[in-house]
């Protein structure tokens, strides 16, 4: 995962010149190179003038530099499935980081291959296989079952969301 910042001096800046530094937010040591950063600049006020990510991450130029560090520590203990749900929930549902950050550490969404025509029908088919709906004894009825309408009154009460090939169920 990547997620870089380019922490700059506000003093410098307001006065024409660009000083700042590109600080990994992965980086072990990336509390350390801040507080270097900070010292070596004492006196000086500081902003977050770039951002590089490879997740759905809004930095702003005022957020906290210590605490983007702890957010990044805690997205990087998420498993490849939270990191997806993650990142489709921040550009799909628009949640902010933190939000989408505690629904994906916490686990409360479904996954749901995308392996239908739509994603209704793959929501439907899924909570109907789930409900034991597609087990009816009588095939008759089965085969009339209607998987998208199902999944369209799922999709209707909950958050859903997906990356292209998986969907996420917020619970």
């Not at 070596?40 to 210590?66: L, Q």
């Not at 409900?131 to 999709?155: H, P, S």
Request: proline share 1%; net charge negative.
């Amino acid at each position: 995962m990547e997620c870089r910042i380019f922490l700059a001096s506000l003093t410098a800046h307001t006065n024409g010149m660009i000083d700042g530094e590109w600080i990994d937010l992965t980086d072990n040591n990336a509390m350390d190179k801040i507080d270097a950063f900070m010292d070596e600049r004492e006196g000086h006020k500081f902003f977050i003038s770039d951002s590089s990510t490879s997740v759905a991450m809004d930095i702003g130029e005022y957020d906290d530099p210590y605490e983007l560090v702890e957010f990044v520590e805690r997205l990087e203990d998420l498993d490849e499935t939270q990191l997806d749900a993650f990142d489709a929930m921040v550009t799909g549902l628009r949640l902010d980081r933190e939000d989408a950050l505690d629904k994906a550490e916490s686990w409360e969404f479904d996954v749901i291959e995308w392996d239908w025509e739509s994603i209704e029908e793959s929501v439907g088919y899924y909570y109907a296989e789930l409900n034991g709906y597609t087990n009816m004894a009588d095939d008759t009825i089965r085969k009339y079952f209607n998987y998208e309408a199902y999944g369209r009154d799922i999709c209707i009460e909950s958050d859903v969301c997906d990356n292209g090939k998986t969907i996420f169920v917020i619970h």
